[in-house]
Structures are given as structure tokens and as C-alpha cells.
């Protein structure tokens, strides 16, 4: 079936860098975006950005341009987000979802990867 | 930049049509898409494209989008429909998320 599944959980302190995973199964993984949303705990979704599997093309939310990369290694179909100069306000579980294009939204999610900044 | 704007919550009573409502300027003109998320799991999407069911989602949700209004209607609510509701469009190359809905079934 189709999933993404996501690494697991992270502890970083502020300032510190963090890389997180999404590996693709069920479909050709260079066919479809991926996005990043990210989710403070009690609030709502907020969109990091995408990144096309195939070109290596990304686009990011203004709030997080100079402090996130998108990359992905397409020989195990893996999409990854590194979100650097961390802070507090970055506690959050990130999720990466499928894009279908404008059109179609996010059909497919990851579980989510909790990420806490803590000292 | 382009604003959702939800009502923070809703509440149905069981049995009975929710309808949670999205607001933008002009987002009749756009591509309107609505996600379901229970607590401790990632959304799904439930509404694509306005009006647009997935595969496996039931046919007691609907969606329509006209002039500055999109509306997600649950017909029949059930239990199981109690969560936070998103909608979501795509505006000047950045995906842009309601608030959100929290939708309590009586």
C-alpha cells in the first residue's frame, strides 16, 4: 500500500540542527511532490514548503526560507527536511505529505516525527 | 499573503448535517481542499478539489466553494466524525491552512 513513514523522534538544543526522514513505498516515489507541515502541539498545520523527488526543485514558506533544506535521495525513494538554527518555538511534530498538485491537496501522510527543543 | 479564516468550533448534534464553513477573498475562484485530524494522528484528506471525495472517505461528506465561502458538509454525524477540521488552497506558490474547526458531535 501506499505510506510514508517517517524517523523517529528528536531532542536538540536551541541552535542545534535537525534532519528528519520520510521514506515512500506503494508508488513511484519521483511521480509526486513532497510537502512539509509542521504542527505545534495544540495549534494548527503550518506549510513549510515542497520539493519535486524528480527535478530536486523546492519551494519554501517565506517564514522558513535560509533555515530549511529539502533534499532526497531517489535510490531509496527517501525525502528528507533539515530545519537548522532551532529554536523553542520549532517544538513541533512535522509531518511530510504526498502532493498531488493544486488540484488534488495531500493524499498520502506520514505518522509524524515529534522534534523538541529543549536546553 | 492569503488568509483562512474557521469558525473555532462546531457542534452537531448525532444524526444531524454539520457544515463547516472556510472563508477567503475570492476563494470561490480557487481549488479548495479539506482534511480530518484526530487527536495524536496525521490529517487525511476528506475533500479535494472543492467537491471531491477519495477513495474510502464516505459519501456523507461533501463540499461546495462559491464567491468568498467554501463549506465541508457532514451529513448524518457520527461519533467517529469528532476532530479538527482544515481547509486548505494553494495561493501565490505557497499552500495556505485554515485555522482550523473543532467539531463536537452532541
Known amino acids: 500500500q501506499v505510506q510514508l513513514v517517517q524517523s523517529g523522534a528528536e531532542v536538540k538544543k536551541p541552535g542545534a540542527s535537525v534532519k528528519v526522514s520520510c521514506k515512500a513505498s506503494g508508488y513511484t516515489f519521483t511521480s509526486y511532490d513532497i510537502n512539509w507541515v509542521r504542527q505545534a502541539t495544540g495549534q494548527g498545520l503550518e506549510w513549510m514548503g515542497w520539493?519535486?523527488?524528480?527535478?530536486?526543485?523546492?519551494g519554501y514558506a517565506q517564514k522558513f526560507q535560509g533555515r530549511v533544506t529539502m533534499t532526497r535521495n531517489t535510490s531509496i525513494s527517501t525525502a528528507y527536511m533539515e530545519l537548522s538554527s532551532l529554536r523553542s518555538e520549532d517544538t513541533a511534530v512535522y509531518y511530510c505529505a504526498r502532493g498531488g498538485g493544486t488540484h488534488r491537496g495531500m493524499d498520502v501522510w506520514g505518522q509524524g516525527t515529534t522534534v523538541t527543543v529543549s536546553s | 499573503s492569503y488568509e483562512l479564516t474557521q469558525p473555532l468550533s462546531v457542534s452537531v448534534a448525532l444524526g444531524q448535517t454539520a457544515r463547516i464553513t472556510c472563508g477567503g477573498n475570492?476563494?470561490?475562484?480557487?481549488?479548495v481542499h479539506w482534511y480530518q485530524q484526530k487527536p495524536g494522528q496525521a490529517p487525511v484528506l476528506v475533500i479535494y478539489r472543492d467537491s471531491n471525495r477519495p477513495s474510502g472517505i464516505p459519501e456523507r461528506f461533501s463540499g461546495s466553494n462559491s464567491g468568498n465561502t467554501a463549506t465541508l458538509t457532514i451529513s448524518r454525524a457520527q461519533a467517529g466524525d469528532e476532530a479538527d477540521y482544515y481547509c486548505?488552497?494553494?495561493?501565490?506558490?505557497?499552500?495556505?491552512f485554515g485555522g482550523g474547526t473543532k467539531l463536537t458531535v452532541l
Open positions: 520539493m519535486n523527488p524528480n527535478s530536486g526543485n523546492t
Open positions: 475570492n476563494i470561490g475562484s480557487k481549488n
Open positions: 486548505q488552497v494553494w495561493d501565490s506558490s505557497n499552500w495556505v
